[in-house]
């Protein structure tokens, strides 16, 4: 409540943020939006965007980090965005990757489906009411008001459908499968749930990993500094720990030869 008060007096009050936004709803619905929503839609947000993402991260840093061959993939096509800008006469090399090269980055953008689909954030069902009058789900007669749920988890080592080697982090099989394949795989991806109460934040997870791990990767060089450290525990959220990096500057020059 404090950093929303903050927030009211702060030079940055008009800022189209989520906060500012918040707060024109309380305005403009006051008899619906009191100050304790505007508070829990802040809290939502933070909790609901702050770990998961964090835990989708922690994921491709360690893999990357410990399969060379997956992480030179990676530097080979952000070497091609460097390049490319230098093609078209734009000598800024260091500029941050922007959305839309992160985009055309394809074997990363297998690697951030790999790796929503081997770690999914959370841990536990989605859990859904039966509404009123029940429901028949998959041949079972289920009376209203029974909590019914799937968890990520589950559906992802499915090896009839991701093959296999779903136990393992392979970035290629979202690049080697038929697109119909392909498209079966996404659709049943269950990492920000799915349906009406799905993630409203998904596009905004998607932007971060598509920025950040190409622009942490192509400044540092890492090292794990002890992989026995790496474990991850169960509660609400698989939250990982034990990521200690050693980390050295990776020359730019290093990216740009071909
Ligand atoms: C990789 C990152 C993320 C993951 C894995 C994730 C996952 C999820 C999941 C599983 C749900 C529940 C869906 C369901 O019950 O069907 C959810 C809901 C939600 N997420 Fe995310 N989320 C992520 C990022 C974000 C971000 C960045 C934000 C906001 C900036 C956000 C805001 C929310 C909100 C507000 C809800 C509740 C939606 C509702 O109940 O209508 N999430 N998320």
Not at 94 to 101: H, K, L, Q, V
Not at 154 to 183: C, V
Not at 225 to 243: E, F, I, M, N, P
Request: hydrophobic share 40%.
């Amino acid at each position: 409540m404090r950093q929303i008060r903050e927030h009211q007096r702060s030079p940055h009050k008009n800022r189209r943020d989520f906060l500012s936004r918040f707060l024109e709803a309380r305005e403009k619905f006051p008899d619906v939006v009191d100050e304790d929503l505007v508070h829990d839609y802040a809290n939502t947000n933070v909790a609901g965007g702050s770990d998961t993402t964090a835990i989708i991260l922690r994921t491709l840093i360690y893999q990357l980090l410990t399969q060379k061959q997956i992480l030179d993939k990676v530097l080979g096509e952000i070497g091609g965005v460097l390049r490319a800008r230098q093609e078209k006469g734009d000598a800024d090399v260091d500029r941050p990757i922007a959305w839309a090269e992160g985009l055309k980055m394809s074997y990363y953008q297998a690697c951030i489906k790999e790796a929503l689909r081997f770690h999914p954030a959370t841990a536990q069902i989605l859990p859904r009411v039966v509404p009123k009058g029940g429901v028949e789900l998959c041949g079972f007669a289920l009376p209203e008001g029974t909590v019914v749920g799937c968890n990520a988890w589950t559906i992802h080592r499915d090896r009839d459908l991701y093959g296999e080697d779903a136990d393992s982090f392979i970035p290629e099989r979202w690049l080697d499968a038929s697109p119909e394949q392909a498209r079966k795989m996404e659709s049943l991806l269950f990492t920000f749930g799915a349906g009406k109460r799905a993630c409203v934040g998904k596009n905004i997870a998607i932007l971060e990993i598509t920025k950040f791990v190409p622009e942490f990767i192509r400044r540092f060089e890492g090292e794990i500094v002890d992989q026995g450290r790496w474990k991850t525990t169960s509660s609400w959220l698989a939250v990982q720990s034990g990521l200690d990096v050693k980390l050295k500057s990776r020359p730019v020059e290093s990216l740009l030869a071909a």
